[in-house]
C-alpha cells in the first residue's frame, strides 16, 4: 500500500520555539488515520504545512505521491481541507460559498449545479443551503466546512477537529461520513481531541507531543509499546469461587482478584478474549453484567506516552 502522506524531518519553527521538531510521519492510502497530541503538539501546524498554509523550514513533504511544493498548485487541488473553526462569511448563502469554492477549484458550472446539493444533503443542510451564514449554528457552520472540504472530490481529506461544536447526533453522523469517504477510497487524516472518536472511526493513529512523534501505527500496535498489563473488569451479578477459578484457568490469565462485584482479570496477551473471559464466567455459574478492558483504551495508550515522555525529559 503507497503513502498519501509522508514526511521526513519535517521541522517548523516560530522564534525560539520549535512547533514541529523533525517529524517523520506516514500515513496509508486508504485509511482512517488519526493525528492526536495535546494542545501546543504541532497538530494544527503539521495540518497547515500537508494543506500547503505553512512553509516548513526543513524537511520534505510528499502528498499522494507528489512532492508537495508552492510551484505546485496541482497538488493542494486534490486535497479537501476543513480548518479547526472555520471563519465563513456571514452575507453569503451555503450554496453561494460552495459555488465559489467550487470555482476557485476549477470545477464547471455543471459539476457545481450537480454536486453542491448532493454534499449539502450528505451533510444534513439540504434544506439549509438557501439561508445566510450568518443564521447557521456553529454545528451547522461545520457541516458547510465538512461540504468545501469535499467538494473537488479529492483524494486526500485533512480535518481539524470535524466534529467540534456539533451535538452527540452530529458527532456520530460526521464518524459516519468519513468511514462512507474512506469506503470511496478516500484518505482521511484527521486531527481530534476526542479520544472515543478517533477510537471509533480511525485504522491508525500517530500521536505527537512538543512536535515529536511518539508513536505511529494501528491502535493495537501502538498499544503493544505501552508498557502493563490489560486489565479485564467484569460487573458479575455474583462472584464465586467457582466463577473465580472458572477465569483462572484460562492460559493466558495470569492473576484475578475481586472488587466488589467487580471481578479483575489481568492478562498476559494483548488479544480481544473478552468471550472467552465471558463463557469461563458463565460455566462457573456467574452472569456478567457488563465488561471492559483497561489498558488498551487510546487514552490509556495517549496518557500512558504522554506520562513516559515526561520521565523522560525529567
Keep these: 500500500m503507497g503513502a498519501a502522506i509522508e514526511t521526513l524531518g519535517l521541522t517548523k519553527r516560530y522564534g525560539s520555539l520549535t512547533a514541529v521538531d523533525k517529524l ?18 504541532g497538530k494544527t501546524t503539521t495540518i497547515k504545512i500537508l494543506a500547503g498554509l505553512l512553509k516548513p523550514d526543513r524537511g520534505k513533504v510528499t ?42 477549484c476549477g470545477m464547471t458550472k455543471e459539476e457545481r449545479k450537480k454536486q453542491i446539493p448532493e454534499l449539502l444533503g450528505m451533510v444534513g443542510l439540504g434544506e439549509r ?42 458527532m456520530v453522523e460526521v464518524r459516519e461520513m468519513m468511514k462512507g469517504i474512506s469506503k470511496e477510497g478516500v ?36 498499544s503493544a509499546k505501552v508498557s502493563g498489563p490489560t486489565i479485564i473488569e467484569a460487573e458479575v451479578d455474583k ?4 466463577v473465580v477459578e472458572k477465569v483462572k484457568e ?36 456467574g452472569i456478567v453484567i457488563s465488561m471492559n478492558v483497561k489498558g488498551e483504551s487510546l487514552e490509556d495508550v495517549f496518557m500512558d506516552l504522554l506520562d513516559k515522555r515526561k520521565e523522560g525529559k525529567s
Excluded at 517523520?24 to 503538539?41: C, K, Q, W
Excluded at 508537495?68 to 452575507?91: A, Q
Excluded at 490469565?253 to 469461563?280: N, P, Y
Aim: with cysteine.
Design 24 to 41: 517523520d510521519l506516514r500515513v496509508e492510502e486508504n485509511t482512517i488515520h488519526g493525528f492526536l497530541g495535546p494542545n501546543g503538539a
Design 63 to 104: 502528498v499522494l505521491g507528489q512532492e508537495l511544493g508552492w510551484d505546485k498548485p496541482g497538488v493542494r487541488l486534490r486535497i479537501g481541507y476543513m480548518p479547526e473553526l472555520p471563519k465563513l462569511p456571514k452575507h453569503l448563502k451555503g450554496t453561494e460559498l460552495l459555488d465559489i469554492y467550487g470555482r476557485m
Design 129 to 170: 443551503g438557501n439561508d445566510l451564514i450568518g443564521t447557521y449554528s456553529k454545528g451547522m457552520q461545520q457541516r458547510l466546512g465538512m461540504a468545501q472540504a469535499l467538494l473537488n472530490e479529492p483524494k486526500l481529506v485533512i480535518l481539524d477537529e470535524p466534529s467540534l461544536g456539533l451535538d452527540p447526533v452530529g
Design 187 to 222: 484518505t482521511v487524516f484527521l486531527s481530534s481531541h476526542l479520544l472515543h472518536e478517533v477510537q471509533e472511526v480511525c485504522t491508525h493513529v500517530t500521536i505527537i507531543n512538543k512536535g515529536v512523534a511518539l508513536a505511529s501505527g494501528t491502535l493495537k500496535e501502538i
Design 239 to 242: 462472584i464465586s469461587r467457582s
Design 250 to 285: 484460562l492460559p493466558f490469565v495470569i492473576h484475578v482478584s475481586e472488587d466488589g462485584k467487580k471481578l479483575l482479570v489481568e492478562l498476559k496477551t494483548r488479544d480481544d478474549v473478552r468471550s472467552q473471559v465471558s463463557q469461563a464466567i458463565t460455566a462457573g455459574g
